[in-house]
């Protein structure tokens, strides 16, 4: 069975009247990165704040790392970096001594190889050239980084990032996705929210969309790109007779326009639509499985669209 680094059981938030998350069952697994998405107001920021232990669930539990929440908190927060509001940084003082300030607040670090934990963390964001400049002359995405490189500063097994591109520049995006993507491949497990699918469309190899506080859809992408329906098309001069074949392979939705062929794919697998046109003799000039359309999913999911322009 997979190992799931994040789990959550029911995990539930009350605001008053209204729940922000209505208990949910998270499984994100061991080496994976997960997107956690939903539009803006479905209850991210709520679930990773609970996940965290920075507020209290209304109802349900959870685990990080194998280990129950909050009783293991203190074995397991260690392991564990968090992008939520940010550290406070000081807006005088440089990006190293920033660092150097966080490093010396942690209670578990090892003063002595502070100096070289800091260069390391800011190496590995790629801030080492700008790390005697100040804070306050950092860019967005510099600043961003900085938040980043100080959940780095000790070898984390899980990264819970909230929304950890908003408000970048495309340049700077592009800069920590990849380092998302890095720290990834090192081993590490990603859980991130985002309200763009595209995003997720990049770097998850999992999602989990939520909708008003609800979890209303949770695999791989794999998973959900197999469990849509496929599309097929073909280009032939000959479509009167491709349409035959496929009608009586059982596809649906078979139309023709001009030299094309299009149909709803089924359950069938598409190198046997190939082989039974080509036994009927048709000449094939092209056939295409359309990829399904995840923003057309999950706007059947939230009814509502993403911004897909991230
Ligand atoms: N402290 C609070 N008091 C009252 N309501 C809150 C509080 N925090 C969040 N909410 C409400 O809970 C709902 C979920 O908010 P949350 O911030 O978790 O959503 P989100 O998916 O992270 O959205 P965004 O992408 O805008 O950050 C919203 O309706 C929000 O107004």
């Known amino acids: 069975m997979t ?4 789990e959550s059981s029911g995990l539930s938030k009350r605001f008053g009247r209204q729940f922000a998350v209505n208990g949910i069952d998270l499984a994100v697994p061991q080496g994976s990165v997960y997107g956690f998405l939903g539009p803006n107001g479905s209850g991210k920021t709520t679930t990773i704040r609970m996940l965290l232990g920075l507020i209290q669930p209304t109802a349900g539990s959870h685990r990080l790392l194998g280990e129950g929440m909050p009783v293991a908190a203190g074995r397991v927060l260690p392991k564990v970096g968090a992008l939520v509001e940010g550290p406070a940084f000081h807006p005088y003082l440089s990006g190293r001594h920033n660092l150097a300030r966080l490093d010396a607040a942690d209670r578990w670090a090892d003063p002595r190889s502070a100096a070289r934990r800091v260069d390391a963390a800011l190496d590995r964001v790629g801030l080492l050239a700008a790390a005697t400049k100040r804070y306050r002359a950092y860019s967005l995405g510099m600043r961003q980084r900085l938040a980043l490189a100080a959940t ?31 720290l990834a491949a090192d081993g590490a497990t990603v859980m991130l929210s985002t ?19 609800n979890l209303v859809a949770q695999a791989s992408l794999r998973e959900l790109q197999a469990g849509s329906v496929q599309g097929v098309q073909v280009l032939t001069d000959q479509p009167e007779p491709a349409q035959r074949v496929l009608r009586e392979l059982g596809l649906t939705d078979v139309q023709i326009s001009r030299d094309q062929v299009t149909a709803t ?46």
């Open 3 to 6: 190992q799931l680094a994040v």
């Open 152 to 182: 780095l500063l000790t070898p984390r097994e899980l990264l819970i990032l909230d929304e950890p591109t908003n408000g970048l520049d495309p340049q700077g995006t592009r800069e920590v996705r990849s380092l998302i993507t890095t």
């Open 195 to 213: 309200h763009l699918l595209s995003e997720v469309e990049q770097i998850c190899t999992h999602v989990g969309v939520m909708h008003q506080g």
């Open 265 to 310: 794919l089924g359950s069938l697998a598409p190198e046997k639509v190939v082989d039974a046109l080509v036994h009927a003799g048709v000449p094939v000039r092209g056939f295409t499985v359309q990829a399904p359309d995840l923003e057309e999913l999950f706007v059947s999911l939230t009814g509502k669209g993403f911004n897909i322009n991230g």
